[in-house]
């Protein structure tokens, strides 16, 4: 198990037709084959978990399995106790239920917030669409944590085995 600070601009796949950068191209050529356990979409950065294990690799990633994921997400736009309400209690978008997930605000700059969005789901793009459905501009997306395992002070790029692999 291994643990990759995903820079943004890069996809996790194996292969892209629009031959952008995938994430595989950051491994050393030495590495085993690895697949990604989840994804982070092309604009986002962060925390991804890369393992030689399929089994592994697809528990991990099954909804009912409820590990916690943790995101730092900055937004321009106006927050306010009716959003952190609506997304702590649960929402529908288009036909979409997303579970609860605590959100909380973080800090303010000017006109921009920077929000922890702690999500124990990972429904495809479920930050960006809840963002999108409030009308914020989502400005950064960073994933900090999956289950046990955090970003440290890794830098974009940057791979770290993992050696106490969590069950």
Same mark, same amino acid.
């Given at each position: 198990?291994?643990?990759?600070?995903?820079?943004?601009?890069?996809?996790?796949?194996?292969?892209?037709?629009?031959?952008?950068?995938?994430?595989?191209?950051?491994?050393?050529?030495?590495?085993?084959?690895?697949?990604?356990?989840?994804?982070?979409?092309?604009?986002? !950065? /962060?925390?991804?978990?890369?393992?030689? &294990?399929?089994?592994?690799?697809? *528990? #991990?990633? @099954?909804?009912?399995?409820?590990? %916690?994921?943790?995101?730092?997400?900055?937004?321009?736009?106006?927050?306010?106790?009716?959003?952190?309400?609506?997304?702590?209690?649960?929402?529908?978008?288009?036909?979409?239920?997303?579970?609860?997930?605590?959100?909380?605000?973080?800090?303010?700059?000017?006109?921009?917030?920077?929000?922890?969005?702690?999500?124990? !789901? /990972?429904?495809?793009?479920?930050?960006? &669409?809840?963002?999108?459905?409030? *009308? #914020?501009? @989502?400005?950064?997306?960073?994933? %900090?944590?999956?289950?046990?395992?955090?970003?440290?002070?890794?830098?974009?790029?940057?791979?770290?085995?993992?050696?106490?692999?969590?069950?």
């Amino acid at each position: 198990l291994w643990k990759i600070y995903k820079p943004t601009k890069v996809i996790c796949s194996n292969r892209d037709p629009k031959k952008r950068k995938i994430i595989f191209d950051l491994l050393p050529k030495n590495f085993p084959r690895l697949i990604t356990i989840g994804r982070l979409d092309y604009m986002s !950065e /962060g925390l991804i978990l890369l393992t030689n &294990n399929g089994d592994y690799a697809r *528990k #991990l990633e @099954l909804p009912n399995t409820n590990i %916690l994921r943790v995101y730092r997400v900055c937004v321009k736009g106006e927050i306010n106790d009716q959003f952190i309400h609506k997304v702590n209690d649960g929402i529908s978008i288009n036909g979409i239920q997303y579970r609860k997930i605590k959100v909380k605000i973080e800090k303010k700059i000017d006109s921009h917030y920077w929000l922890i969005f702690k999500l124990r !789901e /990972g429904k495809n793009r479920e930050i960006r &669409n809840i963002c999108k459905f409030f *009308k #914020l501009s @989502l400005i950064k997306l960073i994933r %900090l944590q999956f289950g046990s395992i955090k970003l440290a002070k890794e830098k974009p790029g940057q791979i770290q085995e993992i050696l106490n692999i969590p069950p």
